[in-house]
């Protein structure tokens, strides 16, 4: 036998190695599910969606899009759209979009149109989705300060005629009865019944030029309307901005005290209100060069929203809605001019999107509130460059990662069950501090029949780079599940499920060849990090392990 000594030279490598070993070791997360302690059932809170310009609904881009988010949920999704009743040609612009449904003729008698309307919600129930009906804005004809009418921004404000109250109750009451009528004749009283009907948009601040007294007027005569054409409808409100403001957090009170004994201003004391509705926002920032992204105070906005409900018994078990929840709040503020929504691209954007489903449901279950839904206020432009930055769910018809976030939630359905992981962090340090000092790598798990899904995110508000955390995943409770099981591990990180990624390099091109589409589409789709694979069940329980980059969120199928 030879025995052959270490040089010298090599001594200070095996002190390194020897050094490593255990830091790898110390570093590895576990993530821990218990796929037989049921928790609750999962409610699809993620499948509305939403946008400022309705016209690019039945652009053909905008239509793809509506499409895909359909096939993606096996609930109907339901989208709302700002504009829905403002005057205009119907011709699309950032931040701007238009029906003509009101008009008066020479004398003064109202004129309905509900052409471009009808051609808006037809899009979406013909591929199985649903309105989310935002009632407004001011028609033209009935504002009390209509000029300057449309706006032309990015230059100067977009608060201007369309944003002011009724001149004429009587004929905006006629107005909101006849188009619900229309809704019932068209589509019938069951489906007109299952949509949501909400009055106005973010009435605390500049949408709304009138003082909260005079929304709680607007509030009471429209929801008397829907509910004379319909009884059954579901109406409310009040779309406000996030509670975390001590202002919006007062006009959500006043509103809702206005609604538990007010007095009516239709007749009565109180107003109807079958579901309440708020915003809830990010603030992301540039600092020292990097994106770092607001999410405590999106929770903040959130948590605030339900103490404030829960401050009034009668409405504490009414669904709960945030009908704009976003890392911040301009879709049609693209990166190029605003450097913090620089996120929008690539794979910080669905890792967020991750991190905010599982702390809402975390906050909806410690303030036993029932959040019904958490509206993603992004869709798609026309006629913009490609990836120009734009809080969008795709670009020119390519998806971007962010989408398939949501088609990895479309793929979680059935109980909420136990899980842990070791590198968590609390849910009262993210409220207070966000995710800056190590990642929050936190997991989410359902189980229905014969299958388990689970999804593992490693997220932190500093978008800099990091070394792939390696992470074990043990699946205990699988007693009835045989000998095996099989996995299928989906993946959004650099390189899977990522478009942007592909588009850069290919140069990015403004003008992709047949060839190059091809590509992004499929690239834009998504994937799976490998094939699936067979693991053998010992004792009830199942382990893998894989690593994760920060900022990645995978997506574990497991079926027997």
């Known amino acids: 036998m030879t025995i052959r000594l270490l040089s010298r030279s090599a001594l200070p490598f095996l002190l390194t190695l020897v050094a490593v070993i255990p830091h790898i070791a110390e570093s590895q997360v576990t993530v821990r599910v218990e796929a037989s302690q049921k928790t609750g059932r999962l409610k699809p809170i993620w499948s509305y969606f939403g946008y400022d310009e309705p016209n690019y609904t039945y652009a053909v881009n905008g239509r793809k899009l509506i499409g895909e988010l359909s096939a993606l949920s096996y609930v109907p999704v339901y989208i709302r759209t700002h504009n829905l009743l403002t005057t205009g040609n119907g011709v699309p612009a950032l931040k701007w979009g238009s029906t003509n449904a009101y008009t008066e003729d020479a004398a003064g008698r109202p004129v309905y149109n509900w052409t471009i309307v009808d051609r808006i919600f037809g899009a979406y129930l013909a591929v199985g989705a649903k309105p989310f009906v935002e009632i407004g804005f001011m028609p033209e004809a009935l504002s009390t300060h209509p000029e300057p009418y449309r706006h032309t921004w990015p230059k100067g404000g977009i608060a201007t005629g369309w944003a002011y109250p009724p001149k004429d109750y009587k004929k905006w009451d006629n107005l909101v009865y006849e188009w619900v009528r229309h809704c019932v004749d068209k589509y019938g009283k069951a489906e007109v019944a299952s949509w949501y009907w909400e009055v106005w948009n973010e009435p605390d601040i500049m949408y709304w030029h009138g003082t909260p007294q005079q929304y709680d007027e607007l509030y009471d005569h429209t929801a008397a309307a829907v509910k004379r054409a319909l009884p059954s409808a579901r ?16 006009f959500l009170r006043q509103f809702l005290q206005h609604c538990a004994n007010g007095k009516n201003y239709a007749g009565g004391t109180g107003a109807p209100l079958d579901f309440i509705s708020y915003h809830a ?9 990097h994106i770092r992204m607001g999410l405590s105070h999106h929770l903040q906005d959130v948590a605030s929203g339900l103490r404030i409900i829960a401050e ?3 409405f504490r078990a009414l669904p709960v809605i945030l009908s704009e929840s976003d890392p911040e709040g301009c879709a049609a503020c693209s990166a190029q001019t605003h450097p913090q929504n620089a996120y929008r691209n690539g794979t910080l954007y669905p890792t967020y999107e991750a991190e905010v489903l599982d702390k809402v449901l ?13 509206l993603t206020w992004a869709f798609e432009f026309e006629d913009q460059p490609y990836f120009a930055g734009f809080r969008t769910l795709a670009t020119n018809g390519i998806d971007k990662p962010v989408l398939n976030f949501f088609r990895m939630a479309g793929l979680m359905r059935g109980d909420l069950v136990k899980t842990e992981s070791t590198a968590a962090i609390p849910l009262d340090t993210i409220l207070s501090s966000g995710v800056r000092r190590q990642p929050d790598i936190d997991s989410l798990a359902v189980r229905s029949d014969h299958r388990l899904a689970v999804m593992i995110w490693n997220y932190h508000d500093d ?7 390696p992470i074990e995943v043990v699946i205990s409770g699988l007693t009835s599940a045989g000998n095996r099981v099989l996995v299928q591990h989906y993946r959004i990180d650099q390189g899977h499920s990522n478009a942007y990624t592909a588009w850069k390099e290919m140069g990015s091109p403004q003008h992709p060849s047949p060839a190059q589409r091809t590509v992004l589409e499929a690239a834009g789709q998504l994937q799976t990090l490998d094939s699936p694979r067979w693991l053998t069940i010992r004792n009830g329980t199942v382990k893998f392990d894989f690593p ?9 199928e497991v079926s027997w």
């Open 548 to 556: 994760l980059p920060r900022n990645a969120v995978s997506l574990l």
């Open 463 to 469: 978008d800099v780079q990091a070394e792939p955390q």
């Open 312 to 314: 009034f018994p009668r």
């Open 235 to 250: 109406v409310g409100g009040p779309a406000s901005t996030g509670p975390a403001s001590p202002k919006a957090a007062a």
């Open 362 to 374: 975390k906050l909806a279950a410690h303030s036993h509130a029932d959040i019904e839904g958490v």
């Open 281 to 289: 926002k990010g603030r992301p920032e540039v600092v020292k060069g």
